[in-house]
């Protein structure tokens, strides 16, 4: 049997690249704000409100349920944060 080798885990468990390339976003937007939010050294609540979210809502992030967000939100939720969203885009391998 050969063994597959895959660029990202979301290569690996989605079944298309795009659906792989919006999970990869996703992904580093969650823990771009999971960090940020950890680095205010503040309770969840003063946190979620600082975000504009409930406190269940802002949990739900920083325990990685990364279904539960979509793309847009994790946007808006990272300019909450004070961070600036990039898009890089090249050509495909």
Do not use: H, Y
Request: aromatic share 4%; charged share 25%.
């Amino acid at each position: 049997m050969k063994q597959q080798v895959f660029e990202s885990v979301w290569d690996a468990l989605e079944e298309t690249p795009g659906e792989a390339a919006r999970m990869a976003m996703r992904s580093e937007l969650l823990i771009a704000i999971d960090q940020r939010v950890r680095s205010w050294n503040m309770t969840q609540a003063d946190a979620a409100r600082r975000l504009g979210v409930t406190q269940p809502r802002l949990n739900d992030l920083l325990r990685g349920k990364i279904t539960k967000f979509s793309l847009d939100t994790l946007i808006n939720l990272a300019m909450q944060a004070g961070l600036s969203v990039k898009l890089d885009l090249g050509e495909a391998a």
